[in-house]
């Protein structure tokens, strides 16, 4: 196998490896994110398998003998010298140099947003957690005690009050 060739199989490979599909699932919420992330592995799957049959091996070698016995030595040889002087041209990668740059703000702003997302959710985790405090409070709560953990509201009622504005 030429270089090149082995060295995308091993690349491929390696990233097969080192992908936590388990992880990234269980971060998935809907259905429909469930069917398109099987979808990915699935593909990814294919490609990997296909450049690990496809390319990971050498062509096997030509009998020129055994074809020189049925046609022809001179046929055969210049078959033979073709085949020798075909130069395989060497991969020259053009388009990731395009797209790193990309792909690199893509994770920075991808790092971002899982930042906002951790925030969000701690701050939704903790509401529940006060909603669902209240809840079992709420029947035997008392005005001052609801108010101590809502002042904003006991001064917008505290200034109602005040200026006698009682809402109808």
Do not use: C
Not at 42 to 68: A, C, G, H, M
Not at 124 to 145: F, G, R
Request: zero cysteines; a negative charge.
């Amino acid at each position: 196998m030429s270089g090149a060739g082995k060295k995308v199989v091993d690349v491929a490979f390696k990233a097969g490896k080192s992908i936590d599909w388990e992880g990234m699932a269980k971060l998935l919420v809907s259905d429909e994110a469930r069917k398109e992330f099987a979808t990915l592995r699935r593909t990814f799957d294919e490609v990997n398998s296909t450049l690990q049959t496809k390319f990971s091996q050498e062509p096997e070698p030509i009998d020129w003998e055994y074809y020189r016995k049925g046609i022809g030595s001179r046929l055969v040889d210049m078959y033979k010298e073709a085949y020798e002087s075909v130069e395989i041209p060497k991969f020259v990668d053009t388009v990731t140099p395009q797209f790193k740059p990309k792909f690199d703000a893509l994770l920075v702003e991808l790092k971002e947003a899982e930042e906002n997302s951790l925030k969000e959710s701690e701050r939704l985790e903790k509401e529940i957690a006060d909603v669902q405090e209240l809840k079992q409070k709420i029947s035997t709560m008392t005005a001052d005690e609801y108010f101590e953990k809502h002042p904003e509201l006991k001064k917008k009622f505290d200034d109602e009050i005040r200026n006698d504005n009682w809402g109808y």
